[in-house]
């Protein structure tokens, strides 16, 4: 089955500062690749998202990099501030399935 | 208007007993979900709903069936309830593929415990 996986499961950064978020994940047949941010006590919210056939994506303060030949997507956060203390997870899309890897809880020290 | 609502946010109950937890989304999406969110945060998809047919993950107990009464609404029934079953379930809804969108829409969340 398909697998999405992180590389680090917590992150701590000082405000200000920029963060990334690393993910791998397994099924070069995905079509879309997406970021979520999960903050306490809520649902997963969409952050950012990038077909496969793109290298890079930005938004306000997020960019997605995907590299699809060693099956890897980061998301970078500029300027991180306390308010994106959550946690993120990346997921691929195969057909409408959408599968989810393992959360990166970061944490943004003021 | 919240555009995907499940309930209840909270569920305790005892094991044995059976349950159902509703799901309701206002977006006109064709496809719904089901995910299940272990205390270490891993998203597990359960099922997939989109035009009456039925995505199931071959990992979910048949405890757990999924109800569609329309294209709206994707309920969640489990049977004989296990200790393991403790966790966070959300609802999702998304668009048909192929028709630009492709975020999945996440209601609150509905965090069940059994004791």
């Known amino acids: 089955g398909e697998s999405v996986g992180l590389h680090l499961p917590t992150l701590s950064v000082q405000e200000g500062d920029n963060s990334i978020i690393n993910c791998a994940y397994s099924n070069s047949a995905s079509d879309y690749f997406i970021w979520y941010k999960q903050e306490s006590g809520k649902g997963p919210q969409f952050i950012i998202d990038?077909?496969?056939?793109?290298d890079k994506r930005q938004g306000q303060r997020v960019t997605v990099l995907l590299n699809k030949t060693v099956k890897h997507l980061s998301l970078q956060i500029a300027a991180t501030q306390p308010g994106d203390s959550a946690v993120y997870f990346c997921a691929e899309i195969t057909g409408n399935q959408f599968y989810f890897g393992t959360g990166t809880s970061l944490t943004v020290i003021p | 208007d919240t555009a995907v609502s499940q309930t209840p946010k909270y569920l305790v109950t005892q094991m044995g007993n059976d349950k159902s937890i509703k799901c309701e989304q206002n977006l006109g999406h064709d496809t719904m979900y089901w995910y299940k969110q272990d205390s270490k945060k891993f998203l597990k998809i359960m099922f997939s709903?989109?035009?009456?047919?039925?995505?199931i993950n071959e990992t979910v107990p048949n405890r757990f069936s999924p109800k569609s009464p329309d294209k709206a609404h994707l309920n969640l029934h489990i049977n004989s309830l296990e200790l393991g079953d403790s966790a966070v379930y959300f609802c999702?809804?998304?668009?048909?593929?192929?028709?630009?969108?492709?975020?999945?829409?996440f209601g609150q969340g509905t965090r069940l415990t059994v004791v």
């Open positions: 990038i077909r496969s056939n793109m």
């Open positions: 999702a809804s998304s668009p048909p593929p192929g028709t630009g969108g492709t975020e999945a829409f």
């Open positions: 709903y989109n035009n009456k047919e039925l995505i």
